[in-house]
């Protein structure tokens, strides 16, 4: 399958932003065809000759054609490189420089609403209750956009030490109550408490956690049920996550980690969202020395699921 995608040279030259003859793909086939070419032409020219010296030279020939195509192959992917390099340094400073305004901004709301709510009236309280939720959604965004930054730099700092995962799974359920009971979601918890400690990073392992719940609950409609499991399965601790929501096309399934993407289906739910969260979650539990997977049904919910080993 991943040949065959290899070929798609259409899709290559949309994702890349060059031209079809450009693409790496196209490139490889001609390369081929050419030594294949040259390979049958000097095989039928060498019958007639016996001369080594004409044999030498018809494969210095072949050489210098592959030396020539492979030249263009590696600085195209080369070019690509520097020019996805340069993206995430951009990304990197401008959520930066974005960050610090924003916060200000965060500060100025929440002092507002904490100190001054009671001169406010209704209208003055609507405007900024919506300036401060648009801000807490841009701030996560531009938190987004830095974590993905480091990922692709591979400067993603992870702080290790004894981590209850337990207690993360349990109070990102106390978190995310108010939203499901907004949306007549039930959640129900089936963990043992005696669950053991595992060494990894609590921060990074609550983001991923946080982000899993958030999605179950957007992606599952009035009146669902998300089911929420902790095992200690051999070596490893499991974590899953199982909604009765729109699910996942089938087709679309092997994109789901990608970064950016987002359903057709889940699109037509919920218009907010970045396509970042399991592109994140992926990463940090790999970083982690675990894994992450799922199983999915459109129409009849997924289930989202990771482990991480007891001793790391």
């Known amino acids: 399958m991943q040949f065959v995608n290899d070929l798609d040279l259409k899709k290559q030259a949309k994702e890349l932003g060059v031209k079809i003859w450009q693409t790496p793909g196209f490139l490889f086939i001609i390369l081929g065809v050419i030594t294949i070419f040259v390979m049958t032409v ?18 210095s020939l072949v050489v210098v054609i592959i030396l020539i195509i492979g030249n263009s192959v590696i600085r195209l992917i080369d070019q690509i490189i520097r020019l996805n390099k340069m993206k995430s340094e951009f990304v990197s400073v401008a959520s930066h420089q974005l960050r610090t305004p924003l916060s200000a901004i965060k500060w100025e709301t929440e002092l507002m609403l904490s100190k001054f709510k009671k001169g406010l009236n209704k209208k003055q309280l609507i405007n900024i209750e919506n300036i401060d939720s648009l801000t807490t959604r841009m701030i996560k965004l531009v938190n987004d956009l830095l974590d993905v930054a480091r990922i692709e730099q591979g400067r993603m700092i992870f702080k290790k030490s004894p981590v209850d995962l337990y207690k993360i799974v349990y ?3 106390e978190d995310i109550l108010p939203l499901a009971n907004a949306r007549n979601v039930e959640i129900l918890l089936n963990c043992s408490k005696n669950i053991p400690k595992i060494t990894s990073d609590a921060g990074r392992l609550k983001m991923v956690v946080d982000n899993l719940f958030n999605n179950a609950i957007k992606y599952t409609t009035n009146r669902g049920k998300i089911e929420i499991k902790l095992i200690k399965k051999n070596n490893s601790l499991v974590f899953s996550i199982k909604d ?36 994140i979650s992926k990463n940090i539990i790999g970083q982690l020395g675990g894994e992450i997977w799922f199983q ?6 997924s289930i989202f699921s990771f482990s991480l080993p007891i001793k790391n």
């Open 171 to 173: 109070e990102a359920k």
């Open 296 to 301: 999915s049904v459109e129409g009849l919910g």
């Open 42 to 59: 000097t095989y039928f020219i060498s019958k007639n000759y016996d001369s080594p010296e004409f044999i030498i030279i018809s494969e």
């Open 244 to 279: 009765n929501g729109v699910g996942i096309p089938e087709e679309q399934q092997g994109r789901v980690f990608d970064k950016f993407f987002r359903s057709d289906n889940i699109v037509k739910y919920q218009t907010e969202g970045t396509g970042l969260g399991l592109y």
